[in-house]
Antibody, heavy 115, light 112 residues
Framework: QVKLLQSGAELVKPGASVKLSCKTSGFTFSTSYMSWLKQVPGPSIEWIGWIYAGDGGTNYNQKFKGKATLTVDKSSSTAYMDLSSLTSEDAAVYFCARGQYFDFWGPGTMVTVSS | DVVMTQTPVSLPVSLGGQASISCRSS???????????LHWYLQKPGQSPQLLIYRVSNRFSGVPDRFSGSGSGTDFTLKISRVEPEDLGDYYCLQSTHFPRTFGGGTKLELK
């Protein structure tokens, strides 16, 4: 069955970068879109962007351009998101989700930004 | 960006009762291909969101028929009949017609 397994919680210092992962199984990764989303208590959910695993093509929410970089490794069916120059505003739970309808989600990775 | 406005923010219900959630978009969600990309999700406490309804009215695999979606253009509704304990949580609408994809602010379904 479809599974999305995300990397563990991160505690990062302000100004640092972090790379989150989303390892998938149970479907054809190379023909899938993978999205990343941000949720802060509120509760609100923001779409960061997506990447087409077939060719690495991306579409970013303008708000996250320069903040997030999406990549994939087709050999391991894994999607990645780099977050750079972290501030307190980046503290959140980050999800990966599959496809155009976000039909399957990972469990989320909590990112805490603190010195 | 398309603004998605969900109402109510909080919805107290009785078990076995009915619930209705509204989602309005700031512009039409009809895509140039004729489809309308409006979807509904439930997020239970401590879990990730799960897809309930896609493209306005299509129930996702395994979703009970107590859940139904309707609407068109800019005005959409999710109805839950015979509410059960596992239906409690936060409900979100999402539009994926336009970039960037945008979510409603959420509706908390809770016991009366």
């Amino acid at each position: 069955q479809v599974k999305l397994l995300q990397s563990g919680a991160e505690l990062v210092k302000p100004g640092a970068s972090v790379k989150l992962s989303c390892k998938t199984s149970g479907f054809t990764f190379s023909t899938s879109y993978m999205s990343w989303l941000k949720q802060v208590p509120g509760p609100s959910i923001e779409w960061i962007g997506w990447i087409y695993a077939g060719d690495g093509g991306t579409n970013y929410n303008q708000k996250f351009k320069g903040k997030a970089t999406l990549t994939v490794d087709k050999s391991s069916s894994t999607a990645y998101m780099d977050l750079s120059s972290l501030t307190s505003e980046d503290a959140a739970v980050y999800f990966c989700a599959r496809g155009q309808y976000f039909d399957f989600w990972g469990p989320g990775t909590m990112v805490t930004v603190s010195s | 960006d398309v603004v998605m406005t969900q109402t109510p923010v909080s919805l107290p219900v009785s078990l076995g009762g009915q619930a209705s959630i509204s989602c309005r978009s700031s512009q039409s969600l009809v895509h140039s291909n004729g489809n309308t990309y409006l979807h509904w999700y439930l997020q239970k406490p401590g879990q990730s969101p799960q897809l309930l309804i896609y493209r306005v009215s299509n129930r996702f695999s395994g979703v009970p028929d107590r859940f139904s979606g309707s609407g068109s253009g800019t005005d959409f509704t999710l109805k839950i009949s015979r509410v059960e304990p596992e239906d409690l949580g936060d409900y979100y609408c999402l539009q994926s017609t336009h970039f960037p994809r945008t979510f409603g602010g959420g509706t908390k379904l809770e016991l009366k």
